[in-house]
């Protein structure tokens, strides 16, 4: 079964530092993959998906991902974290069941420290 | 457009009293969702619908009911609440995918607690 790995629950960063969210996949065949955000009391907002094309995939809020099908990785990174951006942080795969279900990971904390 | 709204934001029930929660998009989406948030478990999924008049059942369906009787509504019921069903409830939406344009669009939640 297609399922995604968010290896840590939470990452700490310093503000203006890089920002690293790391997602590791489970699929078989080609995956359709997702970021999602979460701020407090919140729910999720779509950050950036990964269909096909660019290993490289641009976002809303300044994030991007890299997409690595060596790895099966699809890390989020930030070039310089804002406290803004502390909030919870969810990767999501497509299932291959069909009806655009999709499988997510158990979250990931960020903490951006001023 | 409002997007997906859900109705109520939050609700304390006790023990066997039933609720039903109401979620509304206006993106004429076919898909819709209904997920519980529990801490450290990440979104599980209880039931979809794929259509007006069709529910299916997602990974953790027990003690939940559904109907989806307009394309923009999607209710979930609570017949005999347990305290295991203390939660956030979120409500998505997704549109069948021609364009591919496979995100869900989710709704602000419901905070339940169940005593």
């Known amino acids: 079964a297609q399922s995604v790995a968010q290896p840590e629950d939470q990452v700490n960063v310093a503000e203006g530092n890089p920002l690293t969210v790391k997602c590791t996949y489970s699929?078989?065949?080609?995956?359709?993959l997702f970021w999602y955000v979460q701020y407090p009391n919140r729910g999720l907002q779509f950050l950036l998906k990964?269909?096909?094309?660019?290993?490289l995939v641009k976002g809303s809020y300044g994030f991007e991902a890299e997409f690595n099908k060596s790895q099966t990785s699809f890390h989020l990174k930030k070039p310089s974290a804002l406290v803004s951006d502390s909030a919870l942080y969810f990767c999501?795969?497509?299932?291959?069941?069909?009806?655009?279900?999709?499988?997510f990971g158990k979250g990931n904390q960020v903490v951006v420290i001023p | 457009n409002a997007g997906v709204t859900q109705t109520p934001k939050f609700r304390v029930l006790k023990t066997g009293q039933s609720m039903t929660l109401l979620c509304a998009q206006d993106?004429?989406?076919?898909?819709m969702y209904w997920y519980r948030q529990d801490p450290g478990m990440g979104l599980r999924l209880i039931h979809y619908s794929v259509g007006e008049g069709t529910t299916a059942k997602g990974e953790v369906p027990d003690g939940y009911n559904v109907s989806r009787l307009k394309k923009q509504n999607f209710l979930l019921g609570l017949e005999s609440a347990a305290p295991s069903q203390t939660s956030v409830y979120f409500c998505?939406?997704?549109?069948?995918?021609?364009?591919?344009?496979?995100?869900?669009?989710f709704g602000p939640g419901t905070r339940l607690t169940v005593t």
């Open positions: 998505a939406s997704t549109s069948r995918g021609r364009s591919g344009s496979y995100e869900q669009y």
């Open positions: 990964y269909i096909t094309g660019d290993n």
């Open positions: 993106m004429n989406h076919e898909y």
């Open positions: 999501a795969v497509r299932d291959i069941r069909g009806n655009n279900r999709l499988a």
């Open positions: 699929v078989s065949g080609n995956p359709y």
